[in-house]
């Protein structure tokens, strides 16, 4: 993408071209419009027409390029079980249960993936469950009980999961962000509570909110760099607040359920123009140009 913005805003050194901007789109609006849109500004109309099929003829080009290569849950796993637990974390992030786009972050796939087979020393963050932060509440720190996730859920991707669990800490889960794309504001979490599960560890939240960064976890007293593997309820933006501590070549994006999934090909699709890539098998295109004219 930086490269597509980079290209658009060299052409703001014609003197007859007064703004350039890309548009990519929403990926989950179901709509005719849905798709990669172009915008220039101008004081002739001569000025726009090359520079906007140039662009447009770029990003065709990179078209393969915006297709998401993920990990399934299987290789996830297998991933997770062959590293060391003392050598630094792995991140896996939950990219299809992100709540910065939408989701409501309380999928349990990869947790039951991980009870399932028995790992340990993972660290889950954050779940999105006000019900299950008040029953830890009411059961007080060091107090065991059987933790149901989604007890109350109504998503159709939010199945329940029960297991037993040891409240870890509980209360109010505010904090000031200092790292990633936040660095510097409050971060409202409400209520939350941390749960032992299994020799995992799980920060549960009662105000929708993504993972942005090692210190969302340090903040509820556990320490992110000695975890085996991290489970990250986000999509992007925990990338910036954990580049201090792991390489992008240590980040795994998982392919699970989730309504921000990264597979849009399972999106119950109803108004979307087609063919479109990268849903179709599309060889060619022709670009649709709309000019407008000044207004006043």
């Excluded at 299950?132 to 939010?158: H, K, M």
Aim: proline fraction near 6%; aromatic fraction near 10%.
């Amino acid at each position: 993408m930086g490269a597509i913005v980079a290209q658009a805003e060299s052409y703001l050194s014609d003197e007859h071209c007064t703004g350039a901007s890309i548009m990519p789109g929403f990926s989950f609006s179901d709509t005719p419009e849905n798709g990669f849109w172009l915008y220039m500004s101008a004081t002739a109309e001569t000025a726009l027409r090359a520079p906007l099929y140039e662009l447009a003829h770029t990003v065709w080009g990179m078209r393969e390029q915006f297709a998401r290569q993920t990990t399934s849950l299987k290789q996830a796993i297998a991933i997770a079980g062959a590293h060391p637990v003392d050598v630094g974390p792995l991140i896996f992030a939950d990219i299809a249960d992100n709540p910065g786009g939408g989701a409501s972050g309380n999928t349990i796939w990869l947790l039951q993936a991980v009870l399932g087979a028995g790992l340990v020393g993972g660290v889950f963050a954050p779940f999105v469950d006000r019900d299950l932060v008040s029953r830890a509440t009411e059961v007080g720190v060091g107090g065991e009980f059987l933790a149901t996730f989604n007890e109350r859920a109504d998503s159709a991707f939010s199945q329940r999961l029960s297991a037993p669990a040891t409240v870890l800490w509980a209360g109010n889960g505010d904090y000031d962000c200092q790292h990633g794309v936040y660095a510097g504001s409050r971060v409202p979490l409400g209520p939350s509570c941390v749960l032992e599960i299994a020799g995992n560890t799980v920060i549960v939240i009662s105000v929708s909110q993504q993972l942005l960064g090692e210190d969302f976890i340090t903040h509820f007293g556990v320490d992110a760099s000695s975890a085996r593997f991290i489970v990250a309820k986000s999509r992007g933006h925990f990338r910036a607040g954990f580049s201090h501590l792991v390489s992008p070549d240590q980040i795994f994006e998982v392919d699970t359920p989730g309504l921000t999934t990264a597979d849009l090909s399972n999106m119950p699709w109803k108004h979307l123009s087609r063919p479109i890539a990268p849903l179709d098998p599309v060889d060619s295109y022709q670009p649709e140009i709309l000019i407008f004219e000044p207004r006043g």
